[in-house]
């Protein structure tokens, strides 16, 4: 069976639908509908960064999405403070999913660094007044202070290389 295109006129509105779906907590219609965005539309910004996101929305749901399957979208953004920020995502999420899944809080704290890593290359590239990476970093501390002291990797200790 083959995928029907959509029309490019519909693109404002489908990524309306992805947004909607995204609070409905439908990550999976919603990394579809990018999907079909980017085949009519493969330069469509906003509609690689919702799908990244909603690849990550997943990560806690679907044990076969893993960090590679985000990591080309991200890749593929056009702006270095964006892809820098969007790749602090996926490794913060997939370092949450990880903790969710009860795994060694030295895999999850390794993730949560990496994540920091490039939060801090994102605040170096952040457009003026937008303090997101900032507030990604503090949520990434304040998430590995709650993690037992003994199994806790520091934000400058050297990350495994997963890729």
């Not at 489908?14 to 909607?20: G, P």
């Not at 790749?87 to 060694?104: D, F, S």
Request: net charge negative; proline share 4%.
């Amino acid at each position: 069976m083959n995928l029907k295109a959509i029309s490019q006129e519909s693109v404002p509105r489908a990524l309306e639908l992805v947004e909607r779906y995204r609070l409905l907590n439908e990550a999976e219609q919603a990394e579809s509908i990018c999907r079909d965005i980017l085949a009519v539309d493969p330069n469509n910004q906003s509609a690689s960064r919702m799908l990244l996101l909603a690849i990550c929305d997943q990560f806690d749901e679907r044990k076969d999405l893993v960090v590679q399957d985000a990591q080309p979208v991200a890749a593929n953004l056009a702006d270095d403070y964006e892809r820098h920020y969007f790749t602090g995502i996926i490794y913060e999420r997939y370092g949450r999913a990880k903790l969710h899944e009860k795994q060694p809080y030295t895999v999850v704290s390794d993730w949560i660094a990496r994540a920091m890593d490039e939060f801090e290359k994102a605040e170096a590239l952040r457009p003026a007044h937008d303090d997101a990476a900032i507030l990604r970093w503090n949520t990434c501390v304040r998430m590995l202070e709650r993690l037992p002291v003994s199994d806790r990797v520091a934000p400058e200790a050297e990350a495994f290389d997963y890729a």
